[in-house]
């Protein structure tokens, strides 16, 4: 099985490629954005995903039977440059889903829970995402769902390889003194190495999943709850949370499907699994 990961240098990207490489035997390749990134004596292949025809001859020439596009445009940066988020949030998953339909291959692109506003929470896959911001509706337009491709939503947590990443792990371990933990700010997603696992299985025995799926943790958590336990999981014991409600969102996701033959753990139980993970880097 020959499997290509876009955007192997990001948070969910660099995860996905490590689990892969010591967990599988697929015949992996991977892009990155910097030459420099590329790991010795792995098939790091350097790419700039807004150029459309380097996206074509890149798998054209590696002729994979699964792209996993885990690249995005996140947040600040999204709203600071419109046109690029569009091209890559909202243009090149479909570019990408339109060139494994002429090789006979199946994309599963990663989207996110912020395509809906949080107004209303335990979203479902039916419902039209409502998110107003730039990355919002960039992700939202991303979204493929015809077979026999996969779009994941989901929210994320897991390590960085960049000092500049923005995910909430990296920037919790970076914390000193007080910091605030939202109480009404519930969430339910996964760790990046829970996603990976999820992907392979995708890959390796669920071929018949096709269209949206919400990946979710068994249960959801504040975000307070979140930051206390990366506390006492990771032994951090150099801040101090403060319980805050001023801020009120829910972009829960609902997973509402019974053929994905998977059920990820709890939340708990992932966060060990990841730390376990990290050690062995």
């Excluded at 809906?116 to 335990?122: C, I, T």
């Excluded at 390889?161 to 969430?187: C, D, S, T, Y």
Aim: aromatic residues 8%; charged residues 20%.
């Amino acid at each position: 099985m020959r499997v290509l990961v876009i955007g192997g240098n990001g948070m969910a990207g660099h995860l996905m490629v490590q689990y892969m490489t010591r967990e599988t035997s697929f015949d992996l390749f991977y892009t990155v954005r910097q030459r420099e990134q590329r790991l010795a004596g792995s098939n790091g292949l350097y790419l700039d995903a807004r150029d459309s025809e380097a996206v074509t001859h890149l798998v054209r020439a590696v002729a994979p039977d699964i792209i996993v596009n885990c690249i995005g445009i996140l947040n600040d940066f999204a709203r600071l440059h419109e046109v690029e988020a569009y091209r890559i949030n909202g243009l090149l998953p479909h570019l990408l889903a339109e060139l494994a339909d002429r090789q006979g291959a199946r994309l599963i692109h990663i989207s996110t829970d912020c395509v809906f506003s949080g107004e209303r929470g335990a979203y479902e896959e039916r419902h039209v995402p409502d998110g107003t911001s730039v990355y919002a509706k960039t992700k939202a337009l991303g979204e493929v769902v015809k077979p026999p491709h996969v779009t994941i939503r989901t929210s994320i947590i897991g390590p960085e390889i960049r000092a500049n990443g923005i995910g909430l792990l990296h920037w919790f371990m970076q914390q000193r003194g007080e910091i605030k933990g939202f109480l009404q700010v519930p969430w339910n997603g996964v760790t990046t190495l829970e996603l990976a696992k999820f992907v392979c299985h995708l890959i390796e025995g669920g071929s018949g999943v096709q269209g949206l799926v919400h990946l979710t943790a068994a249960r959801p958590l504040s975000k307070c709850r979140m930051l206390e336990q990366f506390q006492s999981v990771f032994a951090k014991d150099d801040v101090i949370i403060r319980p805050d409600d001023t801020i009120v969102l829910d972009r829960t996701l609902k997973n509402t499907r019974t053929d994905l033959g998977y059920a990820p753990q709890d939340f708990a139980a992932m966060l060990v699994e990841l730390r376990d993970w990290m050690a062995l880097r």
